[in-house]
């Protein structure tokens, strides 16, 4: 019989190696009843690599696996489960045709004789994701829903298989500031049910909310384990790099006199209900807004990504209302997706061959024959060291980078062309701590070099502490519009539930 003092997991001494890799170096990691454990490290550290072992996505090398004090070694996920180690990855495992109910109960169908009981499956969802407090059509079908959305469905599914074992990855990456409470009310619940919680999260400033111990990783080696009373985000972060962090968000130079660069007026769209905003060079705006408020809508409507119904759009003095995207691009706008994988890269082609096709439109790649391969290279390696992406990477496939990699190769893309406006949205999600702090910087480089840059974030201290100008979005509407001293937690949450428009 198991005691209270035995760890629900205790991986001892693993090593998981891969062609030319050691993704894993004799690490040691233990989980016990009732604890939420954080792993953390920067990408590639060895988090996911750990987490897939525990979970059944491919066995470890060497060393030891032991689940209620027995030897284990899962052929598979679905093994993995079976034993009650349930995991959410950032990579989602719904079935995008099929609905929420469907993949909540995907594999466990409640059944009347032959037949799947398809109200009882509804009824029972619907009451789950009430009991969790997420707000979602259990009809819907997977692929209809945001990201967010999706974030929660995965959630809801992992919980409702009652596992021993809950692993969480990046589970608030694309969560809003109430939707991260919700979780952390069902995190703590789970704990007093005996659950043992592994969760990777690259946002520190979570850990001393839900965290026991923290086991921090780097280059796949196990560089300490420590209780969460008994450290600082400091020293987590000297840990994880092996070097002091001060400041993670830079003081930004503001524009003396920033001029309009980017107009927009009575924007109405699907989700959008009449949005004035403003984009002004050497300046970084900030748009923050819970899921669902329309940040991100307003402005993927406003670069032709999706239909405006009225309203007018304004660049550089032109009005491009409903002009497709590539005329915005070639007018001087760039355009960083939330979704990296599915919008951003071409996960197939090299890093430098994503970087390249931003360089497609440059005069100094042209010859009278076509474009110099030669002179595109010397560009992109040259876009490759400002982002911090060594030759090494450069060559690889982007599905084989790490996240954080990944999300450099799509910043380079924007060095590619001779932008005027730069719009990020999200465009740290699922990034370390080392990685954020080198694209802030990036950041401060491109809006005090006089460009207009706009970060669109579900990250509030990023959207804050970035921001010259912070717009809040609330119901399709622009609720407040806050600047200097007044862009504080206490203003922007209070416009979260702003109804009534925009602030005075």
Same mark, same amino acid.
């Given at each position: 019989m198991q005691s209270a003092t035995t760890p629900l997991v205790e991986m001892t001494h693993v090593c998981r190696t891969f062609p030319g890799v050691t993704a894993l170096d004799d690490v040691? @990691?233990?989980? *016990? /009843?009732?604890?939420?454990? &954080?792993? @953390?490290?920067?990408?590639?550290?060895?988090?996911?690599?750990?987490?897939?072992?525990?979970? !059944?996505?491919y066995p470890q090398s060497s060393g030891t696996v032991r689940l209620n004090g027995e030897d284990v070694a899962f052929a598979s996920v679905a093994e993995a489960k079976a034993k009650g180690v349930s995991a959410v990855f950032q990579e989602f495992s719904l079935v995008p045709t099929l609905s929420v109910a469907k993949n909540i109960f995907l594999g466990a169908e409640p059944m009347i004789g032959p037949f799947i009981d398809r109200r009882r499956m509804e009824r029972e969802a619907k009451k789950l994701f009430s009991d969790l407090g997420f707000h979602i059509d259990v009809r819907a079908s997977v692929v209809s829903l945001s990201r967010a959305e999706q974030q929660m469905t995965e959630i809801a599914k992992a919980i409702h298989s009652n596992a021993r074992v809950l692993i969480l990855d990046e589970p608030t990456a694309s969560l809003t500031e109430r939707e991260t409470e919700t979780l952390f009310r069902i995190i703590r619940e789970a704990k007093v049910r005996g659950v043992g919680i592994?969760?990777?999260?690259?946002?520190?400033? %979570?850990?001393?909310?839900? +965290?026991?111990?923290?086991?921090?990783?780097?280059?796949?080696?196990?560089?300490? #384990? &420590?209780? *969460?009373?008994?450290? #600082? $985000? %400091?020293?987590?972060?000297? *840990?994880?790099?092996?070097? +002091?962090? !001060?400041?993670?968000? $830079?003081?930004? #130079?503001? +524009?003396? %006199? /920033? %001029?309009?660069?980017?107009?927009?007026?009575?924007?109405?769209?699907t989700g959008v209900d009449g949005v004035d905003i403003d984009i002004r060079a050497g300046e970084v705006l900030g748009v923050a807004g819970l899921v669902g408020s329309g940040k991100s809508r307003s402005f993927r409507a406003a670069l032709g990504l999706s /239909?405006?119904?009225?309203?007018?759009v304004v660049v550089n003095g032109k009005d491009m209302t409903g002009s497709p995207t590539r005329r915005l691009l070639r007018e001087g706008v760039f355009y960083l997706p939330p979704d990296r994988k599915n919008e951003g890269l071409m996960l197939s082609a090299t890093a430098r061959n994503n970087i390249n096709l931003g360089l497609l439109f440059r005069d100094e790649i042209s010859t009278p024959t076509g474009i110099s391969s030669r002179r595109q290279n010397l560009l992109s390696s040259e876009i490759g060291r400002k982002v911090d992406l060594t030759d090494a990477f450069m060559a690889r496939p982007?599905?084989?980078?790490? !996240?954080?990699?990944?999300?450099?190769?799509?910043?380079?893309k924007g060095f590619g062309g001779d932008y005027k406006i730069y719009i990020f949205d999200e465009p740290t999600v699922g990034v370390d701590m080392g990685t954020r702090a080198a694209l802030y910087r990036l950041i401060k480089e491109l809006a005090e070099a006089g460009k207009a840059v706009v970060v669109i974030s579900s990250d509030l201290p990023e959207a804050m502490n970035l921001a010259h100008r912070l717009v809040v979005f609330a119901n399709g509407r622009i609720s407040a519009e806050l600047s200097g001293a007044d862009i504080n937690e206490n203003n922007v949450l209070q416009a979260f539930f702003n109804t009534e428009g925009e602030a005075a």
């Amino acid at each position: 019989m198991q005691s209270a003092t035995t760890p629900l997991v205790e991986m001892t001494h693993v090593c998981r190696t891969f062609p030319g890799v050691t993704a894993l170096d004799d690490v040691n @990691f233990q989980l *016990m /009843p009732g604890e939420v454990h &954080v792993l @953390f490290g920067e990408n590639g550290a060895g988090k996911s690599t750990l987490i897939s072992i525990l979970s !059944g996505v491919y066995p470890q090398s060497s060393g030891t696996v032991r689940l209620n004090g027995e030897d284990v070694a899962f052929a598979s996920v679905a093994e993995a489960k079976a034993k009650g180690v349930s995991a959410v990855f950032q990579e989602f495992s719904l079935v995008p045709t099929l609905s929420v109910a469907k993949n909540i109960f995907l594999g466990a169908e409640p059944m009347i004789g032959p037949f799947i009981d398809r109200r009882r499956m509804e009824r029972e969802a619907k009451k789950l994701f009430s009991d969790l407090g997420f707000h979602i059509d259990v009809r819907a079908s997977v692929v209809s829903l945001s990201r967010a959305e999706q974030q929660m469905t995965e959630i809801a599914k992992a919980i409702h298989s009652n596992a021993r074992v809950l692993i969480l990855d990046e589970p608030t990456a694309s969560l809003t500031e109430r939707e991260t409470e919700t979780l952390f009310r069902i995190i703590r619940e789970a704990k007093v049910r005996g659950v043992g919680i592994v969760y990777i999260s690259h946002r520190i400033q %979570e850990f001393s909310i839900i +965290a026991d111990r923290v086991t921090v990783l780097r280059d796949g080696k196990l560089i300490g #384990t &420590v209780g *969460m009373q008994y450290t #600082t $985000p %400091e020293k987590l972060v000297e *840990m994880m790099t092996g070097r +002091a962090i !001060g400041q993670i968000y $830079p003081a930004i #130079t503001r +524009a003396a %006199e /920033p %001029e309009t660069l980017l107009s927009i007026r009575g924007l109405h769209a699907t989700g959008v209900d009449g949005v004035d905003i403003d984009i002004r060079a050497g300046e970084v705006l900030g748009v923050a807004g819970l899921v669902g408020s329309g940040k991100s809508r307003s402005f993927r409507a406003a670069l032709g990504l999706s /239909p405006v119904r009225s309203g007018n759009v304004v660049v550089n003095g032109k009005d491009m209302t409903g002009s497709p995207t590539r005329r915005l691009l070639r007018e001087g706008v760039f355009y960083l997706p939330p979704d990296r994988k599915n919008e951003g890269l071409m996960l197939s082609a090299t890093a430098r061959n994503n970087i390249n096709l931003g360089l497609l439109f440059r005069d100094e790649i042209s010859t009278p024959t076509g474009i110099s391969s030669r002179r595109q290279n010397l560009l992109s390696s040259e876009i490759g060291r400002k982002v911090d992406l060594t030759d090494a990477f450069m060559a690889r496939p982007v599905a084989n980078l790490s !996240g954080g990699n990944q999300q450099k190769a799509l910043f380079g893309k924007g060095f590619g062309g001779d932008y005027k406006i730069y719009i990020f949205d999200e465009p740290t999600v699922g990034v370390d701590m080392g990685t954020r702090a080198a694209l802030y910087r990036l950041i401060k480089e491109l809006a005090e070099a006089g460009k207009a840059v706009v970060v669109i974030s579900s990250d509030l201290p990023e959207a804050m502490n970035l921001a010259h100008r912070l717009v809040v979005f609330a119901n399709g509407r622009i609720s407040a519009e806050l600047s200097g001293a007044d862009i504080n937690e206490n203003n922007v949450l209070q416009a979260f539930f702003n109804t009534e428009g925009e602030a005075a």
